[in-house]
């Protein structure tokens, strides 16, 4: 079993739709959580982070953190065809190494 | 504020040689991770620096070392280079003193022949 696992995709969701990301982890210790965007060719881009059960919005993001579950979402409002690109989950115990899904590679069309 | 720096931005080296990466942490930064992500996966940690010391390292062989300076700036160094080691290399900085977000270089490019 992967640590950070993450549907490869891709997804496909029309502009101006809600895309929703799912992540699932199996360290309990696992405290903090991210998103990151990664266009081709470049480096991810953190967009949300979250630290505590709930809901976290920021903008057109709302990142969703469930630890009994061991669950981590995205949702993206009003996707635009910028939001195009794979968007990777990644957990942390605190201040150590991040543990990477494999990224979700989200389509948003016109 | 300039954020994550990484040079150089793309390197081609030959099977058995050597390569060094290097790194300067967004202003006010003082932990330095590193990252090999290989093409269609997510990165895959190396180590991590803090006060000059390799605090955690992750399941790669000891060709890899790296080193921190005062200015927290960072280097990574890869020995006998193999095939498999072509991959995008990333150096993410941590501002520590209990925030936990971790910033991304642009990445070098390492392409082994």
């Known amino acids: 079993q992967k640590e950070v696992e993450q549907n490869s995709g891709p997804l496909s969701v029309p502009e101006g739709a809600i895309a929703s990301l799912n992540c699932t982890y199996s360290?309990?210790?696992?405290?903090?959580f991210f998103w990151y965007r990664q266009y081709s060719g470049k480096s991810p881009e953190l967009i949300m982070f979250?630290?505590?059960?709930g809901d976290k919005e920021d903008g057109r993001f709302t990142a969703q953190l469930n630890k009994a579950s061991q669950y981590v979402s995205l949702l993206i409002r009003d996707s635009q065809p910028s939001d195009s690109a794979t968007y990777l989950c990644?957990?942390?115990?605190?201040?150590?190494?991040?543990?990477f899904g494999q990224g979700t590679r989200l389509t948003i069309n016109p | 504020d300039a954020g994550v720096t990484q040079s150089p931005t793309h390197l081609i080296k030959t099977r058995g040689q050597q390569v060094t990466l290097r790194c300067s942490p967004k202003?006010?930064?003082?932990?330095v991770s590193w990252y090999q992500q290989a093409l269609g996966q997510g990165p895959q940690f190396i180590f991590q620096?803090?006060?000059?010391?390799?605090?955690q390292r992750g399941n790669f062989p000891d060709r890899f070392s790296g080193h921190q300076f005062p200015n927290y700036s960072s280097e990574l160094n890869v020995n006998a280079l193999l095939l498999g080691d072509s991959a995008l290399y990333l150096c993410?900085?941590?501002?520590?003193?209990?925030?936990?977000?971790?910033?991304f270089g642009p990445g070098t490019r390492l392409t082994v022949t």
């Open positions: 360290d309990r210790g696992s405290q903090s």
């Open positions: 979250i630290y505590s059960n």
């Open positions: 990644a957990a942390s115990r605190g201040a150590q190494k991040l543990v």
């Open positions: 993410a900085s941590s501002p520590g003193t209990g925030r936990y977000e971790q910033y």
């Open positions: 202003s006010g930064h003082d932990t």
């Open positions: 620096y803090y006060e000059e010391e390799e605090r």
